[in-house]
């Protein structure tokens, strides 16, 4: 899934930028490793949070593209950001902490919603969206 594979890159450089900061030394080659340990770790677990999001979330879209057709890629990515604001705000209050503690910086929220986003875009653009009314 596109939007949970960009996701975890995006809270992976996160991590080791916060790490750099604190003096950590992170070579490229860890950089890498990391990225690559993180896509195969992390993304199949936030990919669950993604999907359930995107489960409720495009259905809705699919609502809204009936009424304005023409702008069906816009809201199937406006619904994946949207999606993963409210999926990880609701996993932080369920869970009371922070659960993916780069989203604590504002950019990386964004980017994380960016990602959300490019999953609307693909699911527009794949036609799996004509599947659902869209």
């Known amino acids: 899934m596109l939007a949970a594979a960009l996701g975890s890159v995006v809270q992976t450089q996160f ?3 916060a790490l750099i900061a604190l003096g950590v030394d992170v070579p490229l080659v860890i950089r890498l ?7 195969l770790g992390f993304t199949p677990l ?6 359930m999001a995107f489960l409720l979330a495009f259905p809705v879209a699919a609502l809204l593209v009936r009424l304005w057709p023409a702008r069906d890629t816009e809201l199937y990515m406006l619904a994946g950001a949207l999606a993963i604001l409210a999926g990880l705000t609701l996993m932080n209050t369920a869970l009371a902490i922070t659960a993916i503690a780069a989203t604590r910086s504002t ?6 919603m960016l990602a959300g986003a490019a999953g609307g875009w693909l699911f527009a653009r794949t036609g799996r969206a004509d599947a659902t009314g869209g």
Do not use: I, P, Q, W
């Open 46 to 51: 936030y990919g669950a949070v993604v999907a």
């Open 107 to 112: 950019l990386a929220l964004l980017l994380m």
């Open 15 to 17: 991590n080791l930028a």
């Open 33 to 39: 490793r990391t990225t690559l340990a993180d896509l």
